[in-house]
């Protein structure tokens, strides 16, 4: 099973290194190629990952979900896609050998979207007090429109690459994860969680949690996100 694995980045060159190091197990298999989208960093993070051998394409226009659409439109193009997409965040924060764990459910035939969930396996002061109550009430929204039980909008995932296409994701900032939850959960796509360890981030700081308008602003965006995309299914 040939897997492609998206990272969406800004400003990560002191985390590049240990990132690529950590990955050298999985490259040929599962990984097949490594698509670092650059999201307009000005700290070499992009020279960087291109020297460790990742496919660099560039999205200057910031937004989480924008950086997760340029490598998509990059895998697009090539000859022969992939079966599975899998997207990892570049501080460390989420352990690339935990990428085997997202996978087994997709080869066994038993999920066709695999999300980790950080909430049991978080080491202290990973996951905010503001990060924790946002996904608790990001995750029972989904559930109470849905049916859909979650409980992480985690950023470590792995899907078919057929499914992907079947999503027709849209979402430019932080509503990029939520917005694939809740197609899933609108379009019964089987869906599994596994639970992958989650530490603090290597170096640097966080574009959400690592201050309170970022934080808020996000889980604004995602409130939205759910209820707009909730809205139209329902009038459809």
């Given at each position: ?19 690529f190091d950590a990955l050298a197990p999985l490259k040929g298999d599962p990984i097949r190629r490594v698509i670092l989208a650059d999201n307009g960093s000005s700290d070499g993070t992009a020279a960087a990952a291109a ?36 997207f990892l965040d570049a501080d460390l924060s989420d352990d690339p050998a935990a990428l085997e764990l997202l996978l087994e459910p997709i080869r066994a035939g038993h999920a066709e979207i695999v999300i980790g969930s ?119």
């Amino acid at each position: 099973m040939q897997c492609d694995l998206v990272i969406p980045a800004l400003n990560e060159a002191p985390n590049i290194d240990a990132l690529f190091d950590a990955l050298a197990p999985l490259k040929g298999d599962p990984i097949r190629r490594v698509i670092l989208a650059d999201n307009g960093s000005s700290d070499g993070t992009a020279a960087a990952a291109a020297a460790r051998g990742a496919i660099v394409v560039s999205e200057p226009s910031r937004g989480y979900g924008a950086a997760c659409l340029k490598a998509l439109q990059w895998i697009e193009r090539q000859a022969t896609p992939p079966d599975v997409v899998a997207f990892l965040d570049a501080d460390l924060s989420d352990d690339p050998a935990a990428l085997e764990l997202l996978l087994e459910p997709i080869r066994a035939g038993h999920a066709e979207i695999v999300i980790g969930s950080r909430v049991r396996m978080a080491e202290p002061g990973a996951l905010s007090p503001a990060q924790r109550v946002g996904n608790r009430i990001a995750c029972l929204l989904i559930r109470m429109l849905t049916g859909r039980r979650y409980t992480d909008l985690g950023p470590f995932r792995a899907l078919r690459w057929s499914t992907l296409q079947r999503l027709q994701m849209s979402d430019r900032t932080w509503g990029w994860t939520v917005e694939m939850q809740l197609k899933a959960a609108l379009q019964r796509i089987p869906t599994e969680e596994v639970d992958v360890p989650y530490r603090p981030r290597a170096a640097g700081r966080s574009k959400i949690s690592g201050n309170v308008r970022g934080a808020v602003a996000a889980g604004a965006k995602i409130i939205v996100t759910i209820v707009g995309l909730w809205w139209t299914h329902r009038n459809r």
